[in-house]
């Protein structure tokens, strides 16, 4: 059988979830990688975090790329540490990254220019809900004046440059949603507001938030992502089956909302399966193939028992550091290759179709990124 | 070790549990070879399904087996299509189709005596529960007739030709199985007769039924199965969990019913954890084997690490073409070579006697198929 | 690639959750070996767990280690049982054993010291909080003067020699444990008093007793263990997910309670994600690795895709013979092997220290055992 690894080593990444990098001159650059390998909170052990595999899949990365070789946990200063980030984002072929800008770590680059020319690579912006949302909450008085602003927010995201949505309501209230009819929601809307909470957690109001942009996000032909299974203890993972979501996927994915399921570990079946069903669903592993480096090859085989090739795609649902970009791309690929180097029945030129489709060709057409991607 | 390959090649298939085969003269054999290699409804686009593993793995065996080499997706006249039938069916060993009529592809050869000549090994029906009951609710105008007639026809089964019984409660209700008193099940019965609707969905009278029938299902010695798990997006399967049927497994099992679940996938190691410690339960990967097939042998792998060899079975599940039929005894039969082969602690005739007992043993005792399986 | 197979073969073993063995002398020795093979109760018939991997793989001990080669299922005498054990526990270097006393298998020996001469290791006593409160029911007449002995009972454990704590709320009431009112568990307290049954069953009073004894575990810095997922058919496996235990690890993990995660199969994933977010949480593979022999590396390899491996440890959940705890050691130490020798990014020292911690340092350290472990 022909080997595969050739063709996968070169073959280029969208990276359709992640989040910002840090600024490289922090000075506990190895407490910073330690403290991103994990999920976990700060109060938690980070002894315990240094004997997990992923902080020594970073480490691993840091060395072979090391600038200085005899110190390559060092902080870094800008010439340096754009051609460090060039060398790793370019080692794997990244070809873009999509940021969702709802998550902010300490020392951040919050500019997107000024992050593509850090890594080499354009950059693009994934609008989050909820953060969105909150932010409107401050600014307005009643459900009417809000629901109104913020709809029309959502509404000209795209103009504004925005590629894509994104929903925590798994971290917030779980993925079972529900319509809901407006007085509720209303009444959600002034619970919130008086608690004097910017978290929005009311049920009711995410349910109808969900249900109402929907139609919206349709109009821009954008897709919506969701926070799926796997996070931090924030999280209530019981509540983060996506198959929880049934009666939101029918509603909404025959109608062409067009639904990325994040993450997904441990209901990454779960959500081969919604996959295999769902018009307009797609999915990904991100965070497992970094955060569990000795699993991504397992999950990837399991996540695509049902799935088609065209509906699962790369992420790394990193931040911070190239390093857990890099050891996503690290880990998905090496998964590629052991899946589709024994995979049956198919030639060779239909397996190097299906990982372009997994590795950036879906992601270019659902996010429009076809002219970003000319390979 | 000793290679088991040539003996599972050769070791015979009762295939418990499948549906109906079609007419061969059908124009469009491509099209309906992928849509059956799917679970997704036909709004799904074809063009996903085609970029799975399953659909692949009927095209290959349409070539391996083609009456006319340069065009094996042509449709078939009756003396070729029935060639074709016993060179797929005969390669893999087939020896007997158990059918549940109760679901009927488009182009259905209903005859089971045909379908018999057509696949060259005995047929016989398995009777589904709720499609029964429909058809009488049709007849009846309130739940005392209509129960009397459908409880006598129950009752009378066996000595109508049926083997077994099944149960598609997941698809209506979900499997958390509850008794219910006889004044709900008829305000059911009520409600449904007048909702002008065939499809049998009231939770109580799919419970009152379900707990009915067990004893007169005991009387005649026949198993009943349940869909679990994996199936078409019409089904919930968040509550497709077969440990939500513990409740009815206690009531029953140990008084005699053979319970047997179907296909089970992604709850196989739930469904194996159930066969470990109820009498009478048994449980198939039916559907995963062939519409999943890159994850066959792992599948198998953990349904069988509790369960006992003597309670987990094959089946295909399959309907429609041959080629359904024969990719879920492909990756079965490879799946039993890889297990076996590894497996410690026991010797060749061990494995060799737990093998026979899967593929048609187990299956024969508990549909008393015994004459029909002198192998 | 370093072969790890004998550094594996040559560790010390903790076993942190094991029970009772019980005397030589007992005649049917096949049947009891079959029994205790199997969580299924005496009904289930005994020919289905004689084709369960696990019999066998007992019965390969029983052969290799037999005291007479041509009768290795014999009955035994005192000074031949304890070379028998010793041969066992020996082989696979296990250091000391930590037993629930609240199991009793029949014929059982309940002297410890009687044990620990009988297995030629240490052997200490794991408090069963159930039991406890059990047998102060029967003493007392109300709720206050039953918690007063029994709380204060708990506060004397470690003075008494215990030296760690277990729950089995997943085979009472499930995992979702919440905070209870005074008022609801007295109310509990006397509905069971009432009932005439000593089993304790209320789950006000299990959610209020677990809630409030947490604190007077921490005092005596103590591990609490729990019955998690696989069980008997007692337990109702599907209330048996530790992430219904989030708000009780939210409410104590932080404030120091050292909590302990029993079997977890098949939510050993899930485990292991707990593991990774909550400080003071361990789990533990054990009665897969024995009961499911053909699944432990498979499943071992799931439990650590994301736990860190400080947090996994050795036991075996074995009683009755030494058959049971030593292919629980065969199969974990065979798993380990498998794991570390494809382990990526770790040299060998790192992975030798990840093996003792997982195999006997963690534990010494949480159970305070350092001293009797000195190796």
Redesign the interface.
Known sequence: MDDLSEFVDQVPLLDHHCHFLIDGKVPNRDDRLAQVS????K???L???K???AY??F??LAKEFALDANNPLAAMNDPGYATYNHRIFGHFHFKELLIDTGFVPDDPILDLDQTAELVGIPVKAIYRLETHAEDFMLEHDNFAAWWQAFSNDVKQAKAHGFVGFKSIAAYRVGLHLEPVNVIEAAAGFDTWKHSGEKRLTSKPLIDYMLYHVAPFIIAQDMPLQFHVG?G??DT???LG?P??M?DYL?AFT?KGLKVVLLHC??YH??AG?LA????NLYFDISL?DN?????AS??F??A????????ILFASDASTYPEMYGLAARQFKQALVA?FNQ????DLA?KKA?IN?ICWQTSAKLYHQERELRV
């Not at 295999?276 to 018009?279: E, R």
């Open positions: 994990t999920e976990a909170d109060d938690y052990p002894a315990d975090t004997n997990r595999l020594h899949g480490l691993a796997y931090d203890a209530d993972m019981y089956n198959l929880l049934r029918k025959k570990y441990p079946r779960e399966y295999s069903v769902f018009p497992l955060l569990g480096p000795s699993g397992r999950v085989n399991e695509v028992e049902l799935a088609p090739y065209t509906r899946h995979l049956p029945f198919v239909q299906w489709a």
